[in-house]
């Protein structure tokens, strides 16, 4: 027996007899000939059937059966991938138990978005769904070999945590041997503990929010990709990395788009108040007083980005101090506005970072100044009294990238089980 | 300003004027000069200081204070790494704000272990606590590109659960905006589904254990390494790929550890009933009619397997069907014993793993025989009623690993910031 080639090998063996195994993707029966196209990871190829007694019992398995098929591969012009299967022999390896709910074969899944859910295991298998994954998987690649070129060291931190990461409120609550523990909302405390260990570290791992919002841009779980750094000038050496970052994930993903964004070597920045000011300037809308960006707002940055640097990608620094985080380091030269960002990508906001307080008294006046109590906090602050050099960071959320990158309205459709206010399933 | 380099590069910089930058390790005073170890991420630099008010400054400074220092690279046999500073000038970066409660400097950390664990900011400082992370992330890495170089895609799967995984004992409960969820054992069933779809996959992520029991072997949360691949024979091909990859993260750790344990190109397997037949004709122990294997006879099964194969790994395969999980494949020849196998590390069981169930009507029979109700299952099930090849994988405790290799007794001290019945922080 011949081994196994996958489907995308075929052209190299033309002439041969070659073995392809996979999934009965659709069988079209013409009047003398059948067309048998069979699905593996990498792609599907196209088997000639003339003998009708192999057509009739192909026809009588479901689709989705798993098959191995032999026969000679020759090149037709006007077979699908160039080159198909003759002479084929057929072998069931396993039945599909019932036909599916929906055709994979067709150019796009058409069935309710709900039905689709609840049938993930078979919705993944359609090449487009397949696909996002696959860029998913290439941006995690991407992302972890630009940061081990940097001599940054991965971490695996709890998930399970005594107190709520950055506020109080959306967080799961555990039962955990009869105490509350929380589901951790971001590893936010623990890569910077490990700035101390290791100066520079990443964790890609799940993170949990309680919001109870249903919109096509949240999951109540999701992978989040965070980095963390020591020996920092301030904000920008962080977005200098981010930016390298992405151009390694760009790099890793483009032999899986044919059009990629556009990422100019050097990010372009702009300043919140100057974003807010350009706004008014140009739209006559005056939310130079407020402490965030509106959506729209964003939206109207994206495009401004891409007129002006041609970039898809744009940076705001200067959130004002007010809407961020209690471990956010100010500017020193104008304290109400941080030293943090967002980055925007396509107008929507794909990454916030910045540079985080250092120094043990900062911490304690930033968690008083908000009337928070430091004790559930101890180990973290433990970090900052025993020293810790200047620090910043950043979070990508995998599927919102991923659901930008491919253009896609709602992160379901790119993340592997979503998980949302009704949905726990499958 | 010179720029930073790392104190591992200093030989390559003699008779230069350097930077280098870390944290104050130990300050040792003599008569007429001292002696600063600065510590970094990467190892320790000794800088000679001749000018008692400059030691006398440092002196006041506690330990762990973030500083930079920069000076002429000396080539002095006698220092410790063959290289120290001198005429050095001295920045505080960041002073750390209390003497640390136990000394980093000393080749091992002497303070009771809970003092350790509730201070991990601290104690993962500590080069020894460093070494051991750093051996974790080089076995990930060894892992995956292991993984990726056999055409292997990465996935990340929930972790909030609708129903426990493999049964329904042991496993946290949360509170999902009012309905029960639970948090993943493992992420078995998804690695299996995600087979249908990328025939090879792999998922290094957190499990989540509700086991009360607390041994120096077990952690309520720990990082998994999960594999699963199709179109497989049996899991003689899960055995050898499982090789494949330890090979791989032992290369990947060579440079980090002086000695690496034993791994022939060819792991030895053996039967768990000849295993079993071994330990009675060896020992007189007749443990022949047990469902399992015992921990001492995992040990003396190590031993056994040193001084025969000169390995340090050992896979017992063909454990009985009664002791294994419901989707566990069964030896067609001999149907009360299992495709499966545990691996054997110095005797200790260090990964489980072994074929799958892949027809659907095998699945409905399984969980029939146990007593346990489909319906739960339903969105995993239809992995198998929609056609899967059969497959198998199996699964490491990164912990474990790390612990084993190190020959370290507890576990808690290989894991970065340990969860157990008692502790959920820092």
Same mark, same amino acid.
């Not at 971001?186 to 990443?202: A, C, D, N, T």
């Given at each position: 027996m011949v081994s196994r080639i996958y489907t995308t090998q075929l052209s190299a063996h033309v002439g041969e007899r070659v073995q392809i195994a996979g999934w009965k993707h659709r069988l079209r029966r013409l009047s003398g000939i059948s067309f048998l196209i069979v699905r593996d990871k990498h792609g599907l190829a196209q088997v000639v059937i003339e003998d009708d007694t192999i057509s009739t019992e192909l026809d009588r398995l479901y689709q989705e059966s798993v098959i191995r098929v032999e026969g000679i591969a020759i090149a037709t012009p006007q077979a699908p991938s160039g080159v198909e299967l003759h002479h084929p022999q057929i072998t069931v390896i396993t039945p599909a138990h019932e036909p599916p709910p /929906? =055709?994979? /074969? +067709?150019?796009s899944l058409t069935a309710q978005p709900a039905t689709l859910l609840d049938h993930a295991a078979l919705t993944l298998r359609h090449p487009q769904r397949r696909h996002y994954w696959q860029i998913a998987a290439a941006s995690l690649c991407g992302f972890r070999s630009a940061l081990d070129h940097c001599g940054f060291t991965e971490i695996q931190t709890p998930k399970l945590v005594a107190s709520a990461t950055e506020s109080g409120a959306n967080v799961f609550s555990v039962d955990y041997f009869g105490q509350t523990a929380y589901l951790a909302q971001s590893p936010q405390f623990y890569k910077q503990i490990m700035v101390g260990v290791l100066e520079r570290v990443y964790e890609v791992g799940r993170v949990f929010r309680a919001e109870p919002h249903d919109t096509p841009r949240h999951l109540n779980e999701y992978t989040s990709l965070d980095v963390e750094m020591g020996f920092i000038n301030d904000h920008h050496t962080v977005i200098a990395l981010l930016t390298e970052v992405l151009q390694q994930m760009l790099e890793v993903i483009a032999p899986l788009m044919p059009e990629l964004p556009r990422l100019p070597q050097r990010l372009p920045v702009i300043h919140f108040q100057e974003a807010l000011e350009l706004i008014y300037q140009q739209?006559? $809308? =005056?939310? +130079?007083? $407020?402490p965030d960006l509106a959506p729209a707002h964003e939206r109207w940055l994206g495009e401004w980005a891409r007129a002006e640097y041609g970039s898809d990608f744009l940076a705001v620094e200067g959130y004002p101090m007010i809407k961020r985080p209690f471990y956010t380091h100010p500017n020193p030269m104008r304290p109400a506005y941080s030293n943090s960002f967002d980055l925007l990508f396509r107008g929507l906001e794909l990454v916030t970072g910045g540079q985080r307080l250092h120094r043990y008294p900062d911490y304690l006046a930033a968690l008083a100044s908000r009337g928070l109590n430091p004790d559930p906090f101890e180990g973290y602050l433990q970090a900052f009294k025993y020293g810790m050099p200047p620090h910043g960071g950043f979070a990508i959320g995998l599927e919102r990238w991923v659901a930008r990158l491919c253009e896609v309205a709602n992160v379901r459709e790119v993340a592997l089980f979503p998980r949302d206010l009704n949905r726990l399933t499958p």
């Amino acid at each position: 027996m011949v081994s196994r080639i996958y489907t995308t090998q075929l052209s190299a063996h033309v002439g041969e007899r070659v073995q392809i195994a996979g999934w009965k993707h659709r069988l079209r029966r013409l009047s003398g000939i059948s067309f048998l196209i069979v699905r593996d990871k990498h792609g599907l190829a196209q088997v000639v059937i003339e003998d009708d007694t192999i057509s009739t019992e192909l026809d009588r398995l479901y689709q989705e059966s798993v098959i191995r098929v032999e026969g000679i591969a020759i090149a037709t012009p006007q077979a699908p991938s160039g080159v198909e299967l003759h002479h084929p022999q057929i072998t069931v390896i396993t039945p599909a138990h019932e036909p599916p709910p /929906f =055709d994979l /074969f +067709r150019p796009s899944l058409t069935a309710q978005p709900a039905t689709l859910l609840d049938h993930a295991a078979l919705t993944l298998r359609h090449p487009q769904r397949r696909h996002y994954w696959q860029i998913a998987a290439a941006s995690l690649c991407g992302f972890r070999s630009a940061l081990d070129h940097c001599g940054f060291t991965e971490i695996q931190t709890p998930k399970l945590v005594a107190s709520a990461t950055e506020s109080g409120a959306n967080v799961f609550s555990v039962d955990y041997f009869g105490q509350t523990a929380y589901l951790a909302q971001s590893p936010q405390f623990y890569k910077q503990i490990m700035v101390g260990v290791l100066e520079r570290v990443y964790e890609v791992g799940r993170v949990f929010r309680a919001e109870p919002h249903d919109t096509p841009r949240h999951l109540n779980e999701y992978t989040s990709l965070d980095v963390e750094m020591g020996f920092i000038n301030d904000h920008h050496t962080v977005i200098a990395l981010l930016t390298e970052v992405l151009q390694q994930m760009l790099e890793v993903i483009a032999p899986l788009m044919p059009e990629l964004p556009r990422l100019p070597q050097r990010l372009p920045v702009i300043h919140f108040q100057e974003a807010l000011e350009l706004i008014y300037q140009q739209t006559g $809308e =005056d939310a +130079r007083h $407020e402490p965030d960006l509106a959506p729209a707002h964003e939206r109207w940055l994206g495009e401004w980005a891409r007129a002006e640097y041609g970039s898809d990608f744009l940076a705001v620094e200067g959130y004002p101090m007010i809407k961020r985080p209690f471990y956010t380091h100010p500017n020193p030269m104008r304290p109400a506005y941080s030293n943090s960002f967002d980055l925007l990508f396509r107008g929507l906001e794909l990454v916030t970072g910045g540079q985080r307080l250092h120094r043990y008294p900062d911490y304690l006046a930033a968690l008083a100044s908000r009337g928070l109590n430091p004790d559930p906090f101890e180990g973290y602050l433990q970090a900052f009294k025993y020293g810790m050099p200047p620090h910043g960071g950043f979070a990508i959320g995998l599927e919102r990238w991923v659901a930008r990158l491919c253009e896609v309205a709602n992160v379901r459709e790119v993340a592997l089980f979503p998980r949302d206010l009704n949905r726990l399933t499958p």
